[in-house]
């Protein structure tokens, strides 16, 4: 099985999320921390969106800050788009398209250029759910984002 299908079969089974944000030397924007919540998957046809929601506490702070985003997961023989609908479902950004490098890795087909900023990803299946990695680079970000999704009751 392509690491394409596992991951379609796998994401409407997610349902909750870990990250950590590091920022490196050359980060003016300095938002390292850890956070922590819930996907609430809607699944389509063609598509799976993630309603994500939760808190994040950055690094040296004794308070947590709310976040909520909607990724959209479409599916594609040759593979999947992600999509961040932070304008709506229908003025979606397109983040990128994740291409199988193994059985069980996908990575970013090209970077996403935004701007001046490159982003680029990693997404590997580790039983029970996935591991997401992101690289944004830029004049003034040097971002790693890695997020930990995994299924409910596990």
């Known amino acids: 099985m392509t690491a394409i299908i596992r991951l379609?079969?796998?994401l409407p089974s997610i349902h909750r999320l870990s990250f950590t944000s590091r920022s490196g030397h050359a980060s003016e924007v300095v938002w390292s921390g850890q956070g922590a919540g819930v996907v609430t998957p809607?699944?389509?046809?063609?598509?799976?969106?993630?309603?994500?929601?939760?808190?994040?506490?950055?690094?040296?702070?004794?308070?947590?800050?709310?976040f909520r985003n909607v990724y959209r997961?479409?599916?594609?023989?040759?593979?999947i788009?992600?999509?961040?609908?932070?304008?709506?479902?229908?003025?979606?950004?397109w983040l990128f398209d994740l291409v199988a490098e193994s059985a069980t890795t996908l990575i970013s087909k090209s970077p996403h250029l935004c701007g001046a900023d490159t982003y680029?990803?990693?997404?590997?299946?580790?039983?029970?759910?996935?591991?997401?990695?992101?690289?944004?680079?830029?004049?003034r970000k040097d971002e790693r984002l890695v997020y930990h999704y995994r299924q409910s009751g596990d």
């Open 8 to 10: 379609t079969r796998l």
């Open 42 to 66: 809607e699944t389509h046809t063609d598509r799976v969106r993630f309603i994500e929601q939760g808190h994040f506490l950055p690094q040296g702070q004794s308070r947590e800050v709310a």
């Open 73 to 79: 997961w479409d599916f594609h023989p040759e593979h």
């Open 81 to 93: 788009a992600l999509y961040h609908e932070r304008r709506g479902p229908d003025a979606a950004v």
């Open 120 to 139: 680029q990803a990693r997404l590997d299946l580790e039983p029970p759910g996935f591991r997401l990695e992101w690289h944004i680079t830029g004049p």
